[in-house]
């Protein structure tokens, strides 16, 4: 049994088609991407599955269990780390994480909250109120509820949004645990080094449609080449040159360029063009083609 079904999902918000039709099979253990650009339809996607939003047709299973027919079963297997901070500030952190095992029914789940706290870096700050807590513990407290319940399957909608670098790894080594335990994780971020890091497939998101669905490999296989990055001291890049431009917006300003080759044997005649036009270069390097190039291909191949 899949761990998210979600079938020809449609959503309108008046004239705006947010939702155009999506379908995803995502198994159990999966650790699944969920990438696109702003108003791609993420977090409409996520709310429905969620069950915090109805989509106009199409369905969602999780586990098997219909999120509108079936809401209670389907809500038991889920724990959804939304994008947004809302809290009620007069509780403490231990006080949260208990009403929110009592929404599911669980009493005596302390050892599992205080395994969460731990994990998460929270335990010396379990009897703090929420409204003194920075944005960053916060967000952890976001993280901690949605796993009171130990759910199956867990959707994190951009967790690492204006995060430091301690509450990342925090977060990912924790996540990765759980899934490694079996639990499947759906993943949003705008950090494509981050999902190419942690997801084995990814779904990418355009206009409310999936424009790619693959495994992260596979996806990256689909860009032959590398890129060689230079940065001009002296001159603009010369205009036999620009049609290998990758961004086109560095054309406009700056003096960093980054050019498409298939392979080693193009640099020397670019930098030979780059000689006779008199520009000299102050930095380059070779790339290799990372998730963010697919991204972009795909994200401009689909206007
Ligand atoms: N309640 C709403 N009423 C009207 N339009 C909405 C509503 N919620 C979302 N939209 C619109 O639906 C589209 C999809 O929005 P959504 O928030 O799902 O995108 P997203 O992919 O999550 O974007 P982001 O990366 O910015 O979070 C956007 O054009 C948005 O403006």
Redesign the pocket.
């Known amino acids: 049994m899949a761990a998210l079904q979600i079938t020809d999902v449609k ?1 309108r ?2 004239s ?1 088609q ?2 155009g039709g999506v379908s995803l099979t995502i198994e159990q253990g999966e650790f699944f991407g969920l990438l ?12 429905i599955v969620a069950g915090l ?1 109805r989509a106009d047709s199409g369905s969602v299973a999780i586990h098997g269990h219909d999120v509108v027919n079936d809401y209670r079963e389907a809500r038991k297997h889920l724990g959804v780390v939304p ?1 947004e901070l809302v809290f009620d500030p007069f509780f403490t952190v231990r006080e949260t994480l208990r009403m929110q095992s009592g929404y599911f029914g669980l009493k005596n789940n302390d050892a599992w909250i205080d395994e969460v706290m731990e994990n998460l870096d929270l335990t010396n700050k379990a009897d703090t109120n929420m409204r003194a807590l920075s944005g960053g513990m916060k967000r952890r407290v976001l993280v901690a509820q949605a796993l009171v319940h130990k759910p199956p399957v867990i959707v994190l ?2 967790p690492t949004a204006g995060v430091d670098v301690e509450l990342r790894q925090t977060l990912w080594q924790f996540i990765g645990r759980l899934n490694r335990e079996g639990h499947t994780i759906v993943l ?1 971020t ?1 950090y494509l080094e981050e999902a190419q890091a942690l997801c084995n497939r990814i779904a990418m ?1 355009k206009f ?1 449609k999936v424009v790619a669905l693959d495994s992260t490999s596979a996806l990256i296989k689909r860009i032959s080449g590398s890129q060689l990055i230079v940065q001009l001291g002296q001159g603009r890049l010369p205009e036999g040159l620009h049609h290998l431009v990758s961004h086109p917006d560095e054309l406009v300003s700056g003096n960093k360029y980054t050019l498409r080759v298939t392979d080693y044997a193009e640099v020397e005649p670019i930098l030979a063009t780059l000689r006779q036009s008199g520009a000299v270069i102050e930095d380059m390097h070779l790339q290799q083609a990372d998730l963010e190039d697919v991204f972009i291909q795909i994200m401009e191949g689909e206007k």
């Open positions: 959503k918000y008046k705006l947010a939702l696109g650009p702003n108003g791609a339809g993420k977090t409409t996607l996520i709310s939003n994008q909608d951009e949003t705008h998101l409310g």
